[in-house]
């Protein structure tokens, strides 16, 4: 019996032993996390910023000032009144119409709303500086409003468009779709108490991965072991790509008869036909993922469901001339990215957050100005 407890104690003992030293070497990763990043990691893609929105379901909240950092960026986010990104003068835009003004209205998710970059190096503000450079408006000033919200899908930002931001009188419209031109379907979520975006539908597993994210030991681990795996990684079986912030299914060749092709037409409709209706322009701007510009990133999405890239770059490739045959100004910005990319050293997509970095953005932003430069006067209302 004594041999027992002597046992039972000694086997106790090693389990609070490593108990102890997982709790350690738990505190010491999440300090050395706040110390490399100024920030906490269970706020490193979890912000409270959000509000409800009776037309669009969830925006940013307004008049705010929040401090995001991780170790890739240190930022600072300022909305105005609205909810629009702002810089921290907070500035407001007038619902009223002004002849000498040529106003943009970008509409989008993360990548429109500057993820992980200060509003100064984000697309809408480069935009606005290379129109401005390029005097595009013909004698006008350039205003480009951000009506980016992070997760939003397409089809709420047109429900948004067609309840509020047609009052602010656009001249053009640009509307990002981000991995695929097959609009995202709007996802069961809400937005709690705290401002955080909360899903309605997600199941234990999710909530018990979300929470490991959260742990220091997980995070750098799964940090490290990417780091090292080759960008042969075994793919993913269930032909979804995960870890894009939106649903994106494996495709083959495309089909302009597709149910989901038609479908996709069908809102493209409904989104032109609602902008050209308030007057303005509708410009479709579509880019991929950062594991087409940058190859090297295979390592990052393999095991995520990223399979054959060039089939997927085709896919979207055909897609954009689809819909420029139907009569839609689609600009793919694949090429333009792609090529932007071998002229510099710098990334334009963060590796471990996959957002656009401030090259990124300035990269986008070329891309649709010289878009807009060779279509002017359709996007001046002068083309015959």
């Known amino acids: 019996m004594g041999s027992n407890k002597s046992m039972i104690r000694k086997w106790l003992s090693r389990i609070l032993y490593v108990v102890f030293l997982i709790l350690v070497v738990e505190i010491a990763l999440q300090g050395f996390y706040f110390l490399s990043s100024g920030g906490f990691l269970f706020s490193r893609a979890a912000v409270p910023i959000f509000t409800s929105d009776p037309h669009s379901v969830w925006a940013v909240q307004p008049n705010l000032s929040y401090h995001h950092a991780t170790t890739e960026f240190s ?36 990548f429109a709303f500057g993820w992980g970059v200060d509003h100064e190096d984000s697309f809408t503000q480069a935009l606005q500086s290379r129109l401005l450079e390029a005097e595009f408006g013909g004698g006008r000033r350039i205003e480009v409003i951000n009506r980016g919200v992070p997760g939003l899908p397409a089809a709420h930002n ?6 509020v931001g047609r009052h602010y009188t656009p001249d053009l419209v640009i509307q990002f779709m981000y991995g695929s031109l097959i609009p995202a379907r709007p996802p069961d979520v809400y937005v709690d108490e705290d401002g955080f975006l909360r899903d309605r539908k997600v199941t234990a597993r999710q909530r018990l991965v979300a929470r490991a994210k959260k742990s220091g030991i997980v995070f750098y681990s799964w940090l490290v072991s990417t780091r090292l795996r080759s960008g042969s990684s075994e793919p993913g079986k ?8 939106r649903d994106l299914s494996v495709r083959e060749a495309f089909d302009p008869e597709s149910d989901e092709v038609l479908e996709a037409t069908v809102f493209y409709d409904d989104l032109r036909r609602t902008v050209e209706e308030s007057g303005a322009r509708l410009l479709v701007f579509h880019f991929p993922l950062s594991y087409v510009v940058h190859p090297e990133d295979m390592a990052r999405w393999g095991h995520l469901g990223v399979r054959n890239v060039d089939q997927q770059i085709a896919y979207n490739d055909a897609f954009a001339r689809h819909l420029d045959g139907e009569g839609y100004l689609c600009l793919n910005g694949t090429g333009d990215l792609l090529a932007y990319a071998e002229s510099t050293d710098e990334r334009l997509y963060y590796w471990l957050d996959v957002h656009w970095t401030a090259e990124g953005n300035a990269a986008a932003a070329d891309s649709v100005v010289n878009y807009l430069l060779t279509h002017r006067d359709w996007a001046l209302g002068t083309a015959e």
């Open 75 to 110: 930022i600072d986010v300022f909305t105005n009144s609205e909810g629009f990104r702002s810089s921290s003068a907070h500035e407001e835009y007038a619902r009223s119409r002004d002849e000498e003004l040529f106003r943009v209205i970008v509409l989008g998710p993360s």
């Open 158 to 163: 047109l429900e948004w468009y067609r309840q």
């Open 238 to 245: 269930s032909g979804k790509i995960e870890g894009a912030g």
